[in-house]
């Protein structure tokens, strides 16, 4: 089972607006609409930020957006503020009914 | 307030044992699958497994099944991973997380180092 890819890094300066995307097969992110991604600063703890591909807990900003298409889901963040820098996670139920996460995505806001 | 609390940083050496904890709290606890996630220093989030606490039906992630166990006990609201035989590459900071929707880990624990080095 490998994790969901995820591309390393994603950079963009304040103000603009990123997506980072999460693939990964009919198994799991294409299979169902349990995906979320969680953000994790340095030193601490992850904090969900979208689950079930595009619902918002409450309290996230809504600058921050999510979607899936076949395989792939995003997460879009409009808006960037250096507070978003982090890393990102997504991840994903399965279809052996376990959760899979990707590998992570670095955000620098320039 | 919904709180994980997870017990403090360890230090083992390998071949001994373990047992950490994570406390819930400000919610039922019963009514929300609790899930284990390591973290190796410098590296990504990895699912291990997860526990329903009203009847501790488990299921694990294939890389951590037969390494772990994931118990709990709802008279306390506590949950547990443990290891039989630590190794050097358990390493790592593990994290608890209360899941939504059955998937979504929505609020987490701090998280508890644990260090294994002879």
């Known amino acids: 089972q490998s994790a969901l890819t995820q591309p390393g890094s994603v950079s963009g300066s304040p103000g603009q607006s990123i997506t980072i995307s999460c693939t990964g097969t009919s198994s799991d992110v294409g299979g169902y609409k349990y995906v979320s991604w969680s953000q994790q600063h340095p030193g601490k703890a992850p904090k969900l930020m979208i689950y079930?591909?595009?619902n918002r807990p409450s309290g996230v900003s809504n600058r921050f957006s999510g979607s899936k298409s076949g395989n792939t889901a995003s997460l879009t963040i409009s808006g960037l503020q250096a507070e978003d820098e982090a890393d990102y996670y997504c991840s994903s139920y399965t279809s052996s009914s376990t959760l899979i996460f990707g590998g992570g995505t670095k955000l620098t806001v320039l | 307030e919904v709180q994980l609390v997870q017990s403090g940083a360890e230090v083992k050496k390998p071949g001994e044992s373990l047992r950490i904890s994570c406390k819930g709290s400000?919610?039922?606890?019963?009514?929300?699958?609790i899930t284990w996630v390591r973290q190796m220093p410098g590296k990504g989030l990895e699912w291990m497994g997860r526990?329903?606490?009203?009847?501790?039906?488990?299921n694990y992630g294939p890389s951590f099944q037969g390494r772990v166990t994931i118990s709990a006990d709802k008279s306390i609201s506590t949950a547990y991973l443990q290891w039989s035989s630590l190794k050097a590459s358990d390493t790592a900071i593990y994290y608890c997380?209360?899941?939504?929707?059955?998937?979504?880990?929505?609020?987490w624990g701090q998280g508890t180092l644990v260090t294994v080095s002879s």
């Open positions: 526990i329903d606490p009203s009847d501790s039906y488990t």
């Open positions: 400000g919610y039922s606890f019963t009514s929300y699958w």
């Open positions: 079930e591909v595009s």
């Open positions: 997380a209360r899941l939504i929707g059955a998937a979504a880990p929505d609020y």
